[in-house]
T-cell receptor, first 114, second 109 residues
Framework: DADVTQTPRNRITKTGKRIMLECSQTKGHDRMYWYRQDPGLGLQLIYYSFDVKDINKGEISDGYSVSRQAQAKFSLSLESAIPNQTALYFC?????????????FGPGTRLTVL | GIQVEQSPPDLILQEGANSTLRCNFS?????LQWFHQNPWGQLINLFYIPSGTKQNGRLSATTVATERYSLLYISSSQTTDSGVYFC???????????FGKGTKLTVNP
């Protein structure tokens, strides 16, 4: 089984709808991240969390919210989806930087907002 | 904020050829990773290499932190090497990776 899983893998929705993307990990990492990738570009950080009680905004948090339900689960919500939020969304995890700074990515969720 | 530039933006090779991908960054970093995004969109960690040299099979990477660049070498390329290669850097803790725009590699049979 994959260490970092994302659901759904693909989603098509309409403008104004509320959408939740879910991420689960079995790596036992404390740190989790949500990134967005637009076509032809690199990834941009939306939100990150160092533990269940710690949530931080990234570069492009406007229009998004997150919930860290447990060490293993980190959800991203679009409260009212708009077409320019059409993108590929990635969840990632990492261990304590004392151990390793390497980030491990899930398979991605392709979101289309019509 | 820190800027990350990757070159070339596109690269087309014949199977068996060697290639070098470059990543320049504008400030000192303590985290640098290379990723391969395959044609299905999956991101694969290749190297965590904030400094020094590492090798893994046909791939190797070198980061010269004092000169603010990293190189990814691909030898004897295969069609399965096709995809986009990203360099990402971080400063301070690992809370924020800044990604370059990637190098799109196409390996033809």
């Amino acid at each position: 089984d994959a260490d970092v899983t994302q659901t759904p893998r693909n989603r098509i929705t309409k403008t104004g709808k509320r959408i939740m993307l879910e991420c689960s990990q079995t790596k036992g990492h404390d740190r989790m991240y949500w990134y967005r990738q637009d076509p032809g570009l690199g990834l941009q950080l939306i939100y990150y969390s160092f533990d269940v009680k710690d949530i931080n905004k990234g570069e492009i948090s406007d229009g998004y919210s997150v919930s860290r339900q447990a060490q293993a689960k980190f959800s991203l919500s679009l409260e009212s989806a708009i077409p320019n939020q059409t993108a590929l969304y990635f969840c990632a995890t990492s261990d304590s930087p004392i151990i390793s700074d390497t980030q491990y990515f899930g398979p991605g969720t392709r979101l289309t907002v019509l | 904020g820190i800027q990350v530039e990757q070159s070339p933006p596109d690269l087309i090779l014949q199977e068996g050829a060697n290639s070098t991908l470059r990543c320049n960054f504008s400030d000192s970093v303590n985290n640098l990773q290379w990723f391969h995004q395959n044609p299905w969109g999956q991101l694969i960690n290749l190297f965590y290499i904030p400094s020094g040299t590492k090798q893994n099979g046909r791939l190797s990477a070198t980061t010269v932190a004092t000169e603010r660049y990293s190189l990814l070498y691909i030898s004897s390329s295969q069609t399965t090497d096709s995809g986009v290669y990203f360099c990402a850097v971080g400063q301070g803790g690992s809370e924020k990776l800044v990604f370059g725009k990637g190098t799109k590699l196409t390996v033809n049979p």
